[in-house]
């Protein structure tokens, strides 16, 4: 089946533009020009399998939206005319997957779509065949199941975005292991970057808020200064 975008922009020609170019590329898109109107869809559709979502919509901006979406798993490419970097670091915090300044080459769009889908692309299994046993990574108090992507911290559910879970399964894959902010860029986004590139400290910070006790003095996700992060499943000892 065609994976399914939902395209929210109060820009007619643009919305027009991506519909047309993303359909030719073997999606199957819907426009919606506000917010209420993306949430009518949503009450009466299932989800999408990716949400492009503008940043400056009339009403409700994009930022907030996103903020209320996150728990419902849908991952998320922001768009924005405004290309500062506080602008993006602030998309990322409310829970997007990526966010990608206008104006931009539509190939580009694109390229971060399909690196978005192929991070969450689930095994198919035909509905004759018999159940496969549940996929869990496991480490320490940590729990991932990879098929219907639940996560729990010693036996509690916590709620992540898509790209906070690809994220952990990156850390429980490699446990005690320096990973280096490029590697991780690598692994998460599967695209050219800036070298200059410093979302993923976004991305960590925000992922610590939510299986950390203490993220202002974690014990599992550590920063290594001027090298990367270390994933300790047993946690450090504290001092």
Not at 103 to 118: G, M, Q, S, T
């Amino acid at each position: 089946m065609m994976p399914t975008l939902w395209l929210v922009d109060d820009d007619a020609a643009l919305r027009d533009l991506l519909v047309q170019y993303l359909r030719e590329q073997g999606f199957a898109v819907v426009a919606f020009a506000d917010g209420p109107a993306l949430d009518r869809a949503l009450h009466e559709n299932p989800p999408p399998d990716l949400l492009l979502l503008d940043v400056m919509l009339p009403g409700e901006d994009g930022l907030s939206i996103a903020r209320r979406l996150g728990g419902l798993g849908i991952p998320i490419i922001m768009l924005s005319a405004r290309g500062e970097d506080i602008d993006r670091i602030v998309g990322l915090e409310v829970g997007a997957d990526d966010y990608l300044p206008k104006p931009f080459n539509p190939r580009e769009l694109l390229a971060r779509i399909r690196a978005v889908l192929r991070r969450r692309e689930p095994n198919t299994v035909s509905h004759a065949a018999p159940v496969a046993p549940a996929r869990l990574l496991e480490q320490g108090p940590f729990r991932l199941d990879l098929d219907t992507h639940a996560v729990s911290v010693a036996g509690r559910p916590v709620e992540l975005t898509e790209g906070e879970f690809q994220l952990l399964r990156i850390f429980l894959e490699q446990p005690r292991r320096l990973l280096s902010r490029d590697a991780l860029l690598e692994r998460l986004k599967g695209y050219e970057r800036s070298p200059f590139d410093r979302s993923i400290d976004v991305r960590v910070a925000r992922l610590r808020r939510k299986i950390e006790s203490d993220p202002a003095h974690p014990r599992h996700l550590l920063t290594i200064r001027g090298e990367g992060y270390v994933f300790v499943p047993e946690g450090r000892e504290t001092p």
